[in-house]
């Protein structure tokens, strides 16, 4: 069988696991106010089990009666939940996986005043202060009900019919757990601090009440973080340490995932650009100095990757946490030898966004993320018809697959030459090649499925009068919004973003560059011109000068990905400036205003507009009067992010 050694069977504890696929801790938001679990949560999971996935982790299980982290999680902190568990329990358990829930205090990450606690009170420094408080410190007393806590919610689990769980300990100010272990956060000066022995007092504890109630040999897993990555944190050497403690205390298996929170965040969810199974060095340097089973997370995307893990030693079992949400059925595509079917993850974190803006999770290339039931799947449409995309996009491919599906005949017209709309001007950032495996999945899909493409072709009224579809899905995407209200917005010294980026219009020596904007495009256009990445083709750095009229940079993305722009534009040395509005683009610089006074900026050659996108629907109207039924998508309707394009693609697919 291809990946063997993916497919072995493993021993976690007494457990038998029938491969070495996990499904890492996703909170999803699947759940009800009270923390029960929505039968919709149940399906996302019991599909990942049928799928083929070996352990399901359940993420952020709170064990505490009041602290919730992001305000939302499931719940294990009183018997009444042991029913709604079972239910979970036995869903995966017909899908053939083992169940680990994991269980966590949230700590400094509920901001709820009182709520919020954590081992001394330091501030977590964030971009986000509605999500991490300011936390009291724990009383002595407080800490031993938390432990109780933690055993109580085992013996819960256990009862329920769990496997197992997992004891979240990575991730500095994620939970209260890391913070307790971490040098930052833990200034207690009582037994529960001071050297790392005292530090690990607080896990150690918690594991033994655990394991008094329930059972030593329910096994535990243990998530920490190889490298915590900020500056003064816990580095690999003291994890060897910490990690033979934890094995002394009698837990199962380690999970080794990096990074924490706050500088390091970025690594937790490793954000696009970071390198493949990131954690995979820092799991290696654990295995061999431990008798555990291993397991490594973080930027794991394909099966060879995580059969190349096992097989090299670097880990005992692969975690994949995004790419259970892109795909629930990989392990079995896999098995099967259906690799092109793998909905890769592409990195986009668009699952983080809604989580972070308190949504249920979602995914741009699994647009079923969350309609796992039988009666939300795609189904055949009653009368086929001829249906005319124009358009390949994301939003047009997903809408192209769909009806496809559905029965209906479906041919996409596409004016360029290829397919994968914007994702082909976004995948140039140096951090953004994933996005082609979105492409990719869609451009194999739309062979197998036997859609028809037509590129290089412009779809005119005319053009589409002649054909006769039955329906039309506009899904002609944007284009770059450009500021008439600004003076000098059409000066030959001015080219936007996407020209840049798709080489379509790079002017001038560009070596002295504003941009203006720093949403996500303009941070990555100016850490493409900034960054290492250009040096070689240009005589020496290019000097690069954001301005934005918000007082954040890449505003709408998740907090990790900002932070990481953040760093990154430090790092590259390029100029910011926040709360700042251009009134005016010069032949040689520009005019903002600041504060209420006007700042120039002088000696620019290159003035780049990254100010978003609007709407290019130059067809819809003249449609409605010769084709029966039009539909219009994505961007074409309203400028949005990849995830509501593809969302906007599958509900027309299912509309047509
Ligand atoms: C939507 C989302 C939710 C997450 N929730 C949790 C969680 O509840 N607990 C946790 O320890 N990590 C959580 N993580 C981090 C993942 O478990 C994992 O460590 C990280 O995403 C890297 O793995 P990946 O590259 O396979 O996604 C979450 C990540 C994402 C994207």
């Given at each position: ?5 993916l497919?072995q069977p493993?021993?976690?504890?007494n457990?038998?696991?029938r ?11 699947f759940?009800?106010?009270d923390?029960s ?5 149940i399906?996302?999971?019991a ?7 070996g ?9 505490d ?15 009444k ?11 995966i ?10 269980l966590?205090h ?14 001394s009170?330091?501030p ?13 410190e ?7 009900q938390?432990i109780d ?5 085992a ?5 329920a ?12 100010a ?7 272990v ?8 009582d ?10 007092k ?19 897993i243990v ?34 995932s ?15 650009g ?12 654990v295995?061999?100095r431990t008798?555990?089973p ?11 990757m995580?059969?190349?893990l ?12 995004r ?13 099967g ?17 809604l989580?972070n ?7 741009t ?11 939300t ?26 009806a ?12 360029s ?5 914007q994702f ?7 951090s ?9 999945y869609f451009?194999?899909?739309m062979?197998k499925?036997?859609?028809?493409i037509e590129?290089?072709t412009?779809?005119?009224?005319e ?6 579809p ?14 008439k ?6 000066k030959?010294?001015?080219?936007t ?8 219009k ?17 941070c990555?256009?100016?850490e493409?011109?900034?960054g290492?990445?250009t040096?070689?083709?240009t005589?020496?750095?290019?000097t ?22 953040a ?38 050659d ?5 100010m ?6 130059t ?24 995830l ?13």
């Amino acid at each position: 069988m291809q990946f063997k050694n993916l497919f072995q069977p493993i021993r976690i504890g007494n457990l038998e696991v029938r491969n070495r696929t996990v499904m890492g801790p996703t909170a999803t938001h699947f759940e009800n106010e009270d923390g029960s679990f929505t039968q919709r949560g149940i399906d996302h999971y019991a599909a990942r089990a049928k799928g083929g996935a070996g352990i399901i982790i359940i993420g952020c299980v709170t064990v505490d009666t009041r602290a919730r982290y992001f305000c939302s999680s499931p719940c294990a902190w009183d018997d009444k939940y042991i029913p709604n568990w079972n239910q979970m329990a036995d869903a995966i358990h017909e899908g053939g996986a083992k169940l680990f829930p994991q269980l966590m205090h949230p700590g400094p990450i509920d901001p709820r005043p009182g709520i919020c606690v954590n081992a001394s009170r330091v501030p977590v420094p964030t971009l986000m202060p509605e999500v991490w408080g300011d936390p009291k410190e724990l009383t002595v007393a407080e800490i031993e009900q938390i432990i109780d806590d933690f055993g109580e919610a085992a013996r819960r689990m256990r009862e329920a019919g769990c496997d197992g769980v997992e004891f979240h300990m990575a991730h500095g100010a994620y939970a209260l757990t890391a913070s307790f272990v971490s040098p930052i956060l833990n200034k207690r000066t009582d037994e529960y601090g001071g050297t790392i022995e005292g530090r690990m007092k607080f896990p150690l504890e918690c594991i033994k009440a655990i394991k008094a109630k329930a059972g030593e040999d329910f096994p535990i897993i243990v998530r920490v973080s190889g490298e915590e990555l900020d500056p003064y944190s816990r580095t690999l050497r003291e994890t060897f340490y910490v990690v033979d403690m934890l094995e002394k205390a009698g837990v199962a298996a380690i999970e080794v995932s990096g990074g924490s929170c706050p500088a390091g965040g970025w690594r937790v969810t490793p954000v696009n650009g970071l390198p493949m199974a990131i954690n995979a060095d820092a799991a290696e340097e654990v295995k061999k100095r431990t008798k555990l089973p291993v397991l490594a997370v973080g930027n794991i995307r394909t099966p060879e990757m995580g059969d190349y893990l096992i097989e090299s030693g670097a880990a005992d079992m692969v975690v994949y946490s995004r790419g259970f949400i892109a795909d629930p059925e990989w392990p079995n595509k896999a098995a099967g030898g259906r690799l092109d079917d793998i909905m890769v993850c592409c990195g986009c974190v668009g699952c983080n966004v809604l989580l972070n803006n308190g949504k249920h999770i979602g995914c741009t290339i699994n647009t079923d993320c969350g309609k796992e039931r039988a009666d939300t799947a795609i189904i055949p449409a009653e009368n086929s018809k001829n249906v005319m995309i124009i358009g390949a996009g994301p939003a047009g491919l997903e809408a192209a697959r769909v009806a496809r599906l559905r029965g209906h005949d479906v041919t996409i017209v596409e004016k360029s030459g290829k397919l994968g709309g914007q994702f082909n001007i976004a995948a140039v950032s140096p951090s953004k090649q994933s996005l082609t495996m979105l492409v990719k999945y869609f451009a194999n899909q739309m062979k197998k499925l036997g859609v028809k493409i037509e590129l290089n072709t412009e779809a005119t009224p005319e053009f589409i009068a002649q054909r006769k579809p039955d329906a039309v899905i506009v899904a002609t995407g944007a284009q770059p919004l450009i500021p008439k209200s600004i003076p000098g917005y059409d000066k030959e010294n001015v080219t936007t973003a996407w020209d840049v980026l798709s080489s379509e219009k790079i002017i001038g020596p560009c070596e002295n560059v504003a941009v203006i904007g720093g949403g996500a495009i303009g941070c990555e256009i100016a850490e493409y011109l900034a960054g290492r990445f250009t040096r070689p083709f240009t005589k020496g750095r290019i000097t690069v000068t954001v301005v934005e009229m918000l007082d954040h940079l890449a505003h709408g993305l998740d907090f990790g990905t900002m932070a990481h722009h953040a760093d990154l534009l430090g790092e590259y040395g390029v100029n910011v400036h926040l709360s700042s509005i251009v009134k005016e683009i010069k032949d040689d610089g520009l005019v903002f205003e600041k504060n209420g006074k006007d700042h120039i900026l002088t000696g620019i050659d290159t003035v780049i507009l990254a100010m978003g996108s609007k709407p290019y629907d130059t067809l819809s109207e003249k449609l409605r009067e010769i084709v029966p039924e039009v539909h219009v998508i994505g961007d074409a309707k309203q400028a949005q992010t990849a995830l509501e394009a593809t969302y906007a693609g599958a509900e027309a697919g299912r509309l047509v």
